[in-house]
């Protein structure tokens, strides 16, 4: 039975009318971008600094022997992102749950997150950054390292921490009582009803401020260039200082922006096979 | 002319044909009620006609427009029309009043003076006035249905979509709703209302439609379809609650 239904004309002409609606708002997306793209272009490369302009950003050649050394230091950047990440979820989200215990034994527990979000959303990271990188190092303690990109890793890691706490805070708390109420009612602990119930909505929800974190902690990976530390724009500074042709930082630019779409589109498309639509859908 | 003419709709979910060639009829001032089993799609075709689902196939005409015309403007069209959801779904960020007037000032352009004192004559048609400023977590489940009902009503829709409003309330208060449904029906408003409860179909309906296998198996006065059914469907399903759940069935 289910299988017998053919669209009747007047439901195709529908179909007809709505895929032929999509076309065309997908041509006129297009064409808007082609001319406005164009204009831009052409506005830029007519005009009459131009080719200095491109001399000193856009040299191919200086672009292509600069990339070795600029991708070597990007690969840092990525390493170092990518541990930082694991470490910041996992305090993260151990400063968000500590900030929403109930009860007065964790009064403590509570005033630690507060002071620690409040005191390392409030510092300057490239504060931070000195004084680990710079002055603990000088201390010149025993059995302390004195690595530079430890040290660096350590001070986004402690700020960073304390911008995702914050947002994943807001997220448990975005989740209605009502679904905790209805975890408790089944038997869950408290800790259950927080694992199974509320974190999983409330990461969903708050999916895309992690993601600008994510996105900005990669950025400022380049922070602990200023520990000496050769990353990708510090090898870029490097490659522009012996003829003052400014490629290499464009190069960098374009490298960094290169990995950070990806990373936005998985997340999207992660976020939607969870069946996740947030306020979307057809209406 | 008919106000509301559902013809030969189609809804499927993957592969859960939920309505299948359904047509149904609803009359200026008439007072329909859709009965069935749960998961027969009663919500579903309420849903549709709210253009909330989008239909696969089929007609449906409000006022002899096709509203299933995807070139029609569906917020329009939702304006005239009122829905009461099953589980309530108010803002819960909005007070009750505010709940309520925020189509009126949003969509209908009302000054906000007279949507407000509009809001407050609609809470006393619902007993409701002196929780205005309540939010809608601080109301008991049959508050808040009352507050959804007037936040539909409000808006003066030509036709009311009414989806289980009693199911969550006591027997004292579905008398409360029922009395509210028969207030509106002799102001001659059109009501299309699902249910579970017999005795409220047999009180509020002019016409009873029995919904299984995705289509209106029988149509009839409530006297006809629950007192004498012609279509064996419809006695297994309604000897089925009557045995299954004594109290539903009872004449008020
Ligand atoms: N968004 C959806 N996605 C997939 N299936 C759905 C969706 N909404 C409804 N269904 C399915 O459609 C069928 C009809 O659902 P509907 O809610 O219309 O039933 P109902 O008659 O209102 O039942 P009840 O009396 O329990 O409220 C069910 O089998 C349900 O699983
Ligand atoms: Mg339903």
């Known amino acids: 039975m289910a299988d017998v239904w053919t669209p009747s004309p007047r439901q195709r002409e529908r179909d007809a009318y709505r895929r032929d609606r999509t076309r065309r708002s997908g041509l006129a997306a297009a064409a808007s971008t082609l001319v406005l793209g164009g204009a831009v272009v052409l506005a830029l490369t007519t005009s009459p600094g131009w080719p200095r302009v491109q001399h000193t950003f856009f040299s191919p050649e200086k672009a292509w022997s600069s990339l070795p050394a600029v991708a070597q230091g990007l690969w840092l950047n990525v390493r170092i992102m990518l541990v930082c990440a694991v470490l910041i979820a996992v305090l993260g989200m151990l400063l968000a749950v500590m900030r929403t215990l109930r009860g007065p034994i964790f009064f403590p527990l509570r005033l630690f997150s507060a002071a620690y979000t409040d005191l390392f959303r409030g510092l300057p990271l490239l504060l931070v950054l000195l004084l680990l990188g710079i002055g603990v190092p000088a201390l010149r303690l025993q059995g302390v390292p004195k690595d530079a990109v430890f040290w660096g890793g350590t001070a986004l890691v402690l700020s960073y921490s304390a911008y995702v706490a914050e947002v994943l805070r807001a997220g448990i708390e975005s989740v209605h009582p009502s679904q905790r109420a209805a975890a408790r009612s089944l038997g869950l602990s408290h800790a259950q009803s927080l694992r199974f119930v509320v974190l999983p909505q409330a990461v969903r929800r708050v999916l895309p401020p992690l993601m600008n974190d994510l996105v900005s902690l990669q950025k400022d990976s380049g922070l602990i260039a200023v520990l000496g530390v050769i990353d990708a724009i510090r090898a870029a500074q490097i490659e522009t200082a012996t003829d003052f042709n400014y490629t290499p930082y464009v190069v960098a630019g374009i490298l960094f922006v290169c990995l950070t779409i990806p990373m936005v589109r998985v997340t999207d498309w992660f976020a939607r096979k969870q069946g996740f639509h947030g306020a979307g859908g057809i209406v | ?252």
């Open chain 2, 1 to 252: 002319m008919s106000l509301l003419s559902v013809q030969g709709v189609r809804k499927a979910f993957g592969a859960n044909v939920v309505l299948d060639d359904l047509s149904l009829e609803v009359e200026p001032g008439e007072c329909v009620v859709l009965i069935g089993a749960s998961g027969s799609g009663k919500s579903t075709l309420l849903r549709c006609v709210n253009l909330l689902e989008v239909v696969d196939d089929g007609v449906i005409e409000l006022e002899g427009q096709d509203i299933t015309d995807p070139r029609v403007d569906a917020d329009a069209t939702r304006a005239r029309m009122g829905i009461v959801f099953q589980a309530y779904n108010l803002f819960p960020h909005l007070s009750v009043l505010d709940n309520i007037t925020l189509a009126p000032v949003r969509v209908h352009r009302l000054p906000r003076v007279e949507a407000k004192s509009r809001a407050m004559a609609m809470l006393e048609r619902v007993g409701l006035q002196d929780r205005a400023a309540a939010r809608p977590d601080e109301l008991s489940g049959g508050q808040q249905q009352r507050v959804a009902i007037a936040r539909a009503l409000v808006n003066e829709p030509t036709l009311m979509l009414l989806d289980e409003v009693t199911s969550a309330l006591d027997p004292e208060l579905v008398g409360e709703v029922l009395d509210l449904l028969t207030a509106l029906r002799s102001d001659g408003m059109t009501m299309i209302v699902s249910t579970h409860e017999m005795g409220f179909a047999r009180q509020v309906a002019d016409a009873v439609c029995f919904l299984d296998g995705g289509r209106i198996v029988e149509r009839g006065t409530a006297a006809e379809v629950l007192g004498n059914p012609r279509q064996q469907r419809t006695r297994t399903f309604l000897s089925r609650i009557t045995t299954g759940l004594p109290g539903t069935v009872q004449d008020r």
